[in-house]
Nanobody, 127 residues
Framework: QVQLVESGGGLVQPGGSLRLSCVAS????????IGWFRQAPGKEREGVSC????????YFADSVKGRFTIFRDNAENTVYLQMNSLKPEDTAVYYC????????????????????WGQGTQVTVSS
């Protein structure tokens, strides 16, 4: 049974940092693309960053390039999203999702996500 559990959200001041974790179970990362997505109230869901569990290839939305990094620990079956220089507009519920690499690519996963989803973690950037 595929399961994804996000954690690490919270309240942070503008300019601060947070690290989100997505722990996967029921499958191994090396056959999946894992993506981080966010949705703010009244806005469409946005693909933030995706990574290949096989070779570590990454994709970032323009809105987070240079501020966010994504990395994986296959031994721990965990994908992390390191968020630096946070802005109020980064406030959203953040979700991770996993799509099989035989059905998608890293970039495609961020644009048209497929597969399983976690329950989300709230990130609030405010002074």
């Amino acid at each position: 049974q595929v399961q994804l559990v996000e954690s690490g959200g919270g309240l942070v001041q503008p300019g601060g940092s947070l690290r989100l974790s997505c722990v996967a179970s029921g499958f191994t990362l090396d056959r999946y693309a894992i993506g981080w997505f966010r949705q703010a109230p009244g806005k469409e869901r946005e693909g933030v960053s995706c990574i290949s569990g096989r070779d570590g290839a990454t994709y970032f939305a323009d809105s987070v390039k240079g501020r966010f990094t994504i990395f994986r620990d296959n031994a721990e079956n965990t994908v992390y999203l390191q968020m630096n220089s946070l802005k109020p507009e980064d406030t959203a519920v953040y979700y991770c999702a996993a799509g099989a690499l035989w059905s998608t690519t890293v970039q495609a996963m961020c644009v048209r996500p497929i597969g399983s989803w976690g329950q989300g973690t709230q990130v609030t950037v405010s002074s």
